[in-house]
């Protein structure tokens, strides 16, 4: 078995693992390939093992690795910081974005999006850690921005996304992951219908299962090391 076989089959054991401890089935959670700075060949090498779903943060290194896999049937997510001159195309060329923070890009997505296409299936990201992040809404202003981008006709708002300031202490994981499934739940109470918690990475997969993760947004674990 090759490197990355072997490493998806690990991720999806931790996975697997990981829901039973939270009493949650297998299918209620979906693994995210961040691809980012890997080559086309690794990709189509995960896919070759049942991976379709994948996550770009860069639109200028997503394009090439896109057209080079154009024959693949593969699920497109945008993760990373979306500018307003990127936004038409990855409107055109992704089927999600989780990295929204305002509503000026989301707008915009809307009315990029090819009216061919189904509508764009978007996250909110939030910032869930205080002043040791600057990404992500605030918390205060979620209910405000969540309202108004599901109201766009062209965007399908899934749920919520969060980066939590990388720390090995599974306590603050879990209690950051918790934040974000109450936000989710109390948007839900307002009358949204949010089935996404876009939350957990390779070193923290584990704690955000246990919170309700329903993505699992995974790199380094499945690739190696980032150079
Ligand atoms: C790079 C990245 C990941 C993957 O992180 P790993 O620690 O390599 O698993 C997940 N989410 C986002 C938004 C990223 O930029």
């Excluded at 850690?129 to 108004?148: F, I």
């Excluded at 949204?192 to 329903?214: P, Y």
Aim: with cysteine; hydrophobic share 45%.
């Amino acid at each position: 078995m090759t490197t990355i076989a072997a490493n998806l089959q690990a991720v999806r054991e931790r996975i697997a693992m990981g829901c039973a401890a939270a009493g949650r089935h297998a299918d209620e959670v979906h693994l995210l390939a961040v691809s980012k700075t890997w080559p086309a060949p690794d990709l189509r090498e995960l896919f070759s093992c049942g991976q379709s779903a994948f996550g770009e943060s860069y639109v200028q290194e997503a394009l090439p690795k896109q057209d080079q896999l154009a024959d693949l049937a593969l699920d497109w997510h945008f993760i990373g910081p979306l500018q307003s001159n990127k936004t038409r195309t990855v409107a055109e060329r992704f089927a999600w974005v989780h990295s929204i923070e305002r509503l000026k890009i989301a707008e915009r997505l809307s009315a990029q999006r090819p009216p061919e296409l189904p509508p764009l299936n978007v996250c909110l990201q939030v910032n869930v850690s205080g002043e040791a992040s600057k990404s992500g809404c605030a918390p205060a202003d979620l209910g405000d921005l969540a309202h108004a981008i599901a109201a766009l006709p062209h965007l399908r708002l899934r749920g919520l996304m969060a980066i939590p300031e990388p720390t090995d202490d599974p306590q603050l994981q879990r209690s950051r992951f918790a934040t974000l499934r109450g936000l989710r739940d109390e948007l839900n109470a307002a009358g949204l219908q949010l089935d996404t918690l876009s939350m957990g990475m390779s070193h923290d997969l584990e704690a955000a299962i246990m919170e309700g993760a329903s993505i699992v947004r995974i790199g380094t674990a499945l690739f190696g090391e980032r150079h």
